[in-house]
């Protein structure tokens, strides 16, 4: 049993056993004699879906090899623990990037799949998983089966978001996206309500990626501002740019310890968002194009170490739901997070465009997608995550199982409809906390 597996967002602190996964041809067999088994990526998910406190994770981080890379097309084939800060770091100064990219490169390929990540530009290129060209899959009884669109299709959009419960991912090929420079022009555009937010995502389409930060505490007459972030990849300044630019590494900055609980409070976060808001204002004021690296444009988190701590020992629930955007169900939820005075300063509003999503379980689907962070205070901050969780299957939502820990059975029903044709691909010998806890009311076993 060890402590060393913990979900991004601290708690649950339930020790887990592991078997560490190093090589795609390891047998089957190292799976046996457990109640049930799961594969762990890089514990980059914020609840329980990447723990299995019953049973034991299978800890993918020694499948980190390449094994081929396209130079012409852009086809990438690597093993499933191999993260996307590596593939960053070694096709980028080739012309090649990810499809899509969540906020974080220090997830797994095995992970991106097991949830079908979503990125900044969901409006034109849909979710991860429409980039998947296949990937092969360990089955606990051993059989090893290559899945595509045309092979084993079931099982790969059974897969695909499927939280690692269909099996064990080796290897994957994915299609990259050529590029011919590691910078973005990037504009903010700062907004005063969701219907402006909304009139700049819909002027937004030729930009290939989109996304805001909303300020989900102020009230009044600054109700739902935020910052509209809009940006595409640059144009070369220089014919060498690619290979000469030097990558950022993780953790310049670090958090050394949890901070006290009381370091983040209602007003600390107002007054953070204010600052935050009024800096970025005036900076686009000035005129809002910039040039950025792609790493601190796409993954401005990363560069704090442990980012995670400074909620305190007792960690934090982080909520992300996506409801249709002529509902006004987003007003509404947000009106009541404003009202409970506990909204976070991570406020990230997204629109989700049409493109459908290849997996039975994928979370991203058309409509207005939020992402907070709210500090664990208990009680209180549960009832409020479940008031949210009833709004949105009002609305005809889903909440991102990547990012929750108190989904209710019901509810998860009724954000996942295909929930019933899924749970026919499930490896009989996988299973996790998340699982077990949205499968317990079921008529579907
Ligand atoms: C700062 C930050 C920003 C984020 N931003 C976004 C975002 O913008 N968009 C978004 O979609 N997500 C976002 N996330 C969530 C994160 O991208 C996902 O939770 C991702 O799946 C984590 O991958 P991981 O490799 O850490 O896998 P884990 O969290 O360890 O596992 C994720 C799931 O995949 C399964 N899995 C892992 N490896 C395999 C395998 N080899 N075979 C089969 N199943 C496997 C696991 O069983 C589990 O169900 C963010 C997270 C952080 C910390």
């Not at 959009?157 to 050529?178: M, N, R």
């Amino acid at each position: 049993m060890s402590n060393a597996y913990r979900s991004w967002g601290v708690d649950p602190q339930t020790p887990q056993k592991a078997i560490r996964w190093g090589w795609r041809d390891a047998p089957a067999e190292q799976m046996a004699g457990q109640q049930s088994v799961l594969p762990f990526g890089n514990g980059r998910s914020y609840g329980d879906s990447c723990l299995n406190t019953a049973g034991a994770l299978l800890d993918t981080r020694g499948l980190d090899r390449f094994v081929a890379l396209d130079a012409a097309t852009g086809v990438l084939t690597a093993e499933a623990g191999v993260s996307f800060q590596h593939i960053l770091q070694h096709v980028v100064p080739r012309g090649w990037f990810l499809p899509v990219t969540p906020g974080t490169q220090f997830l797994t390929l095995g992970g991106a799949i097991g949830n079908d990540v979503h990125g900044k530009n969901h409006h034109v290129a849909g979710a991860f998983g429409r980039h998947v060209r296949q990937f092969e899959l360990l089955r606990s009884d051993g059989t090893r089966l290559i899945c595509s669109p045309e092979k084993n299709s079931e099982l790969f959009a059974a897969t695909i978001g499927g939280l690692g419960l269909t099996g064990l991912i080796l290897s994957a090929e994915i299609q990259l996206i050529s590029i011919d420079s590691p910078f973005m022009d990037v504009e903010t555009v700062p907004f005063s309500g969701l219907e402006a937010f909304r009139a700049i995502s819909a002027d937004s389409a030729d930009f290939d990626y989109t996304v805001a930060w909303l300020d989900c505490v102020a009230s009044g007459k600054n109700f739902a501002r935020g910052l509209f972030y809009r940006a595409r990849h640059s144009a070369a300044l220089s014919s060498d740019e690619l290979t000469r630019e030097k990558q950022p590494v993780e953790g310049r900055l670090s958090i050394p310890f949890n901070f006290p609980s009381i370091a983040l409070n209602g007003l600390s976060i107002k007054l953070f968002n204010e600052l935050y808001y009024r800096s970025n204002s005036k900076k686009a004021a000035r005129g809002g194009m910039s040039r950025d690296h792609y790493q601190p444009y796409f993954y401005p988190l990363d560069s704090i170490a442990n980012w995670n701590r400074i909620y305190g020992s007792k960690g934090f629930y982080q909520c992300q739901f996506v409801v249709p955007a002529d509902s006004g169900a987003l007003e509404m939820i947000l009106r009541s997070i404003v009202e409970s005075g506990m909204g976070s300063f991570l406020a990230v509003l997204k629109e989700f465009g049409e493109l459908a999503s290849p997996g039975l379980l994928s979370f991203p689907r058309p409509g207005l997608c939020l992402a907070l962070d709210f500090s664990n205070r208990g009680l209180k901050s549960r009832i409020l995550i479940e008031r949210i969780e009833q709004q949105v299957v009002a609305a005809g939502g889903a909440v991102y199982p990547a990012k929750d820990r108190l989904m209710s059975a019901s509810a998860f029903r009724s954000f996942f409809p295909a929930h019933e044709a899924f749970s026919r691909w499930i490896d009989p010998a996988f299973s996790s906390d998340f699982w077990r806890r949205v499968s317990m009311e079921t008529h579907f076993e």
